[in-house]
């Protein structure tokens, strides 16, 4: 496969490019970055020297097409809707790591406040989280990478909606990220003596990735009702990692186990989910640098309601690796292609 990362010099397009080294099948063919065009990503990156020789590029269409059946796009929102049209139209298939393409036009000028991208394109766009739409990404001109935030949180709660065991509208979703998650981009709010020994909430039912996740739990929710969620985000003072905490009131009598045994069948094709045993739990630590998503849940007895716990680097599942993912599956390659490492504990 002959691959074009765009947004190369960012921290996600920065893990793509780490992550491609490994796969057997990619060769990098263009790296672009508008802003630095002309550099040597080693010269950028000086950790890359040996690893990758490039010159970063214009994004161009064109001169995508002309080396590269495969688009990586790891810009900002809000720039891909203007690229992505271009790159369609001259054959190339596309992974948008950005948000641009994950919600109908009416929700994304909502909540992003940007124009969003013809309603043609966004009708060509496929959901791109694997454990849940792999047989439609597979045939996929262009796929919607998942937000980070929405990653670990559906993959915590899908067996449970689509199964009916808990009512969707009770859900509350306690949710961490690591600074990274804010980009490279310099924010006020993100820098060290702002972040360091501080622990805080930011955008409170407000945050861009919430009607996402509603799309997704609505979409699979038996009994067709739409979904909506209490969602609150925090600013963690380190540099990568997501962990999810979701409650929600049971439709039933279960136990843990009763729920560990619907997970383990919901994903027991889905390599980069680990189930915990009962009363073991994730930590970003156990994910950190990989592709793997870990839960771990509880049913309270008492209050009859359910704890599940998801965790993610949000650079890779949350962004990187999981587009590698589907980008194996557009490539008709396991997904466990180029993606298959141990974290990396310290």
């Not at 929102?77 to 393409?101: C, F, K, N, Q």
Request: proline share 6%; with cysteine.
């Amino acid at each position: 496969m002959q691959i074009a990362i765009l947004g190369a010099t960012g921290y996600t397009g920065l893990e793509v490019v780490r992550l491609l080294q490994k796969h057997p099948e990619a060769e990098v063919t263009y790296v672009s970055s508008d802003s630095q065009a002309g550099a040597d990503l080693s010269d950028v990156y000086p950790h890359l020297r040996g690893v990758l020789a490039h010159t970063l590029q214009p994004a161009d269409p064109a001169e995508i097409a002309k080396v590269a059946d495969f688009a990586l796009v790891a810009l900002p929102s809000g720039i891909s809707t203007g690229l992505v049209p271009g790159l369609l139209e001259a054959g190339v298939r596309v992974i948008d790591l950005a948000g641009d393409h994950r919600l109908p036009s009416e929700d994304y000028a909502t909540w992003y406040k940007k124009t969003p991208p013809s309603s043609a394109v966004l009708d060509s766009a496929v959901y791109g989280l694997p454990e849940l739409y792999a047989s439609r990404i597979a045939d996929a001109k262009l796929i919607a990478n998942p937000g980070c935030y929405p990653t670990a949180t559906l993959l915590s709660l899908l067996p449970l909606v689509k199964n009916g065991l808990i009512d969707p509208q009770s859900l509350i979703i306690d949710a961490k990220s690591g600074v990274s998650g804010a980009g490279k981009a310099l924010s006020a709010g993100t820098h060290f003596v702002e972040v360091n020994e501080n622990f805080k909430a930011y955008k409170v039912g407000e945050h861009q990735h919430i009607p996402e996740i509603e799309r997704v739990l609505t979409d699979v929710n038996p009994n067709g009702e739409r979904v909506t969620i209490s969602f609150t985000t925090h600013l963690v003072p380190m540099i990568r990692g997501i962990l999810t905490t979701s409650y929600a009131s049971l439709t039933g009598s279960y136990s843990t186990e009763d729920l560990l045994a619907v997970y383990r069948e919901f994903y027991r094709d889905a390599p980069f989910v680990r189930l915990h045993a009962a009363g073991s739990w994730p930590q970003t630590r156990d994910v950190s640098a990989s592709n793997y998503c870990d839960i771990g849940l509880r049913v309270d007895p008492r209050t009859k309601r359910v704890t599940v716990i998801g965790c993610i680097d949000n650079l890779v599942k949350g962004a990187a690796g999981q587009a590698i993912q589907n980008l194996n599956l557009l490539a008709g390659l396991p997904e466990t292609t180029g993606l298959a490492t141990a974290p990396v504990y310290l």
